[in-house]
Nanobody
Framework: QVQLVESGGGLVQAGGSLRLSCAAS????????MGWFRQAPGKEREFVAA????????YSGDSVKGRFTISRDNAKNTVYLQMNSLKPEDTAVYYC?????????????????????WGQGTQVTVSS
């Protein structure tokens, strides 16, 4: 498994921006597709974005398309989520996730779906 630690959450006004980071342990980070999810109080966990092992393919949930961008730096074992034009409904705990096993994801068939390692989460609060 991959150990993941998120950072960068906080309180921001509507219309503002935040960048989340997720640092991964180990030397095999580039072997895993990665994703971001979020969960608001009383709601189910929601897919936010995902990225292929190389970073050449990215995927976004409908609610964040055009506002959030996922990227990764394999040399730094880190995946990012740039969040722009934030809305109060983006308020949630944001979680970073790695595929359950290395080299599972095939970008030709769509986004990764089988995540097996999760971070502890970072709170994002957007005030109106």
């Amino acid at each position: 498994q991959v150990q993941l630690v998120e950072s960068g959450g906080g309180l921001v006004q509507a219309g503002g921006s935040l960048r989340l980071s997720c640092a991964a342990s180990g030397r095999t980070f580039s072997s895993y597709a990665m994703g971001w999810f979020r969960q608001a109080p009383g709601k189910e966990r929601e897919f936010v974005a995902a990225i292929s092992r190389s970073g050449g393919n990215t995927y976004s949930g409908d609610s964040v398309k055009g506002r959030f961008t996922i990227s990764r730096d394999n040399a730094k074992n880190t995946v990012y989520l740039q969040m722009n034009s934030l809305k109060p409904e983006d308020t949630a705990v944001y979680y970073c996730a790695a595929e359950r096993l290395p080299f599972m994801h095939d970008p030709r068939v769509g986004p990764p779906t089988d995540f097996g390692s999760w971070g502890q989460g970072t709170q994002v609060t957007v005030s109106s």
